[in-house]
């Protein structure tokens, strides 16, 4: 036991050592280089998706880095602006690629039009940690295209596990009775209520920082200072976020059905530096637990677990199960999903009053997909036809699209 850890450490770290080396001599950026890596562990049969540690490693990731961009964030009333100003951008780049994705399944290929609608259910999500990882590689996290990227992905992701369950409900019940006015009811109120969760989740969180958060014209409702003076003083503010942040995503998983990346974004928004007791005595102190440090510390740790997310997501892309006829259908898949979302996102973009450039920029950042596709994907399984392509179909269209997302951003140029 103890040497098959230390060897999984062992081939981690040279992993990240081989790859971050490699990529300082040749122009692909890291996240594509780990999603390769990723393909050739799955492809090669050495390690599977099915792996845990590997799935716990993703999950550890993902949600350290939609943490830490949450903590980049100015407030919660400036996300929530950026997500209301956006949310034409999340609407319209959602409709996009399940357009896309529905006519080159049904109309295109032929396959059923139950396949239609989960392919467009699989394509409504934005891969946001893969794009982050680009837009960082790339120094354009400040462009206005990020950060409404960040606000539109991030609605698209509520709106694609929304969707998905929404289709697999669809599709159960009208394969198992006709579809009869009972199970229409029934359906409505269970998407009705899901969508209602989730929005509750947002307006709480959203009071919580109401009520802690500091303004101009006013001080907080709760003086958040002096509850963690005591973490401070004991030396234990990093152990205290951390747990605030487990559990928040917890409740947020079993209570209001929101995806822990969702909730760690959230979290991370929550997290302001001038939320925190810190002591002109501390700036003496290198090691004093204030938010500075506490971000400084964030930076190695999400750097250093990031890639597993894109390795994991890589394990997905197996070729070895690849037909011809997967792979055309893939091709078609992905010509219609990037055509219609980049469109649709450039467009829309535009139309909030982003700049051409930046339209692009948005344009791009919106093509990726990730392990939230195959989720949608296994949910509404068992409404496919039985020896469906459609999944291998998938994962030819998502390596693509995010192929294509990181040859399309070396083309981008911002003004800084």
Known sequence: MELAFFLTVMIGTSILVTVRLVSRYIPIPEPLLFLMVGIVFGTSGMISADNELMQMLSMVAITLVMFHTGLGEESMGEFFSHVIKNFRVAIVAAIGPWVGAFVATNLFLGLSFQEGIVAGAVFTATALPFTLGLLRSKGLMNAPAARSAIAAATTDDVLASLIGTFTAILLAATMGSGGGEADVMAISITVASKVGMVLLFFVSIYVISFLIDPQPQRGAWIDFHHFTQLFYGNRITFSFMIMILATIIFYGEIIFHVHYAISALMVGILFKKDLFYNPETGKDDPQAPTFENFEETMVPLVHNIEPFFYIFLGLHLD????????LIAGGLIFLCVSTLQFASAYGSGRWVGLDHPNGVLLGF???PRDVLAFVVLSINAAALPEGSILFVACIVA??????????????????K
């Open 365 to 367: 950042s919106m093509m």
């Open 398 to 415: 998502i390596a693509l699209l995010n192929l294509a997302t990181t040859i399309g951003l070396q083309f981008v140029r911002i003004n």
């Open 319 to 326: 070729l070895s199960i690849i037909s011809a006829d997967a």
